[in-house]
């Protein structure tokens, strides 16, 4: 119920009573649960797009890229990445909103952030032990590969043009792909 007023309303003009009469509850029933609405998003954020943030995190686990094509392999994680942008795109919008404004949303979206950017290294390391990876920087590659993303996938949502997002997605594939492994055609 909360999620619905957000995205319907935004942040700021969601009240604690429109989200109990969206639930058809009490409004006294949702103070017995959360002091305000600002607890409410917390625990959006911290389960519900941790819980999209989790499916990432298992794709990024080496054992799924082992004796695939790298090449393929990122691909089809980053269509998933592309596409889960099409999920709840006004929560996203009021959870971009809030990480600004709110140092607790912020620091939630971070811890999130950061066990992604982890995942990444050591699918990197992975990658290293195959012999596949090229010479970068390994402190900032997780950055680079998770701003990246992370920004062609809001972009490409944002431009509201779903035929777009596939093309925006493989561009963004070739990208991490040509960053990350090295050219199959260069290995002896």
């Given amino acids: 119920a909360a999620m619905v007023c957000f995205e319907a309303s935004g942040y700021d003009a969601t009240t604690t009573a429109g989200i109990a009469s969206?639930?058809?509850?009490?409004?006294?029933?949702?103070?017995?649960?959360?002091?305000?609405?600002?607890e409410i998003l917390l625990e959006i954020v911290a389960h519900t797009m941790a819980e999209l943030a989790e499916t990432v995190i298992e794709h990024l686990d080496?054992?799924?890229?082992q004796?695939?094509?790298?090449r393929v392999t990122t691909r089809r994680l980053i269509d998933l990445i592309f596409h889960t942008q099409n999920l709840r795109p006004g929560m996203?919008?009021?959870?971009?909103?809030?990480?600004?404004?709110?140092?607790?949303?912020?620091?939630?979206?971070?811890?999130?952030?950061?066990?992604?950017?982890?995942?990444?290294?050591?699918?990197?390391?992975?990658v290293e032990r195959q012999g596949q990876l090229r010479d970068l920087d390994r402190e900032s590659a997780p950055?680079?590969?998770?701003?990246?993303?992370?920004?062609?996938?809001?972009?490409?949502?944002?431009?509201g043009n779903?035929?777009?997002?596939?093309?925006?997605?493989?561009?963004?594939?070739?990208?991490?792909?040509?960053?990350?492994?090295?050219?199959?055609?260069?290995r002896a």
Avoid: C
């Fill in 22 to 38: 969206e639930a058809q509850i009490a409004v006294r029933t949702v103070y017995s649960y959360f002091k305000n609405k600002r």
């Fill in 62 to 65: 080496p054992a799924h890229w």
């Fill in 67 to 70: 004796g695939a094509d790298p």
């Fill in 92 to 126: 996203q919008r009021v959870v971009w909103e809030r990480y600004f404004k709110d140092p607790d949303v912020r620091s939630a979206i971070e811890a999130i952030w950061a066990r992604s950017r982890e995942a990444i290294k050591l699918l990197l390391e992975a």
């Fill in 143 to 159: 950055h680079v590969i998770q701003n990246a993303v992370q920004w062609n996938a809001s972009r490409a949502f944002a431009d």
């Fill in 162 to 186: 779903p035929r777009r997002i596939d093309a925006y997605a493989a561009a963004t594939a070739d990208m991490i792909s040509r960053f990350v492994f090295v050219d199959p055609d260069s």
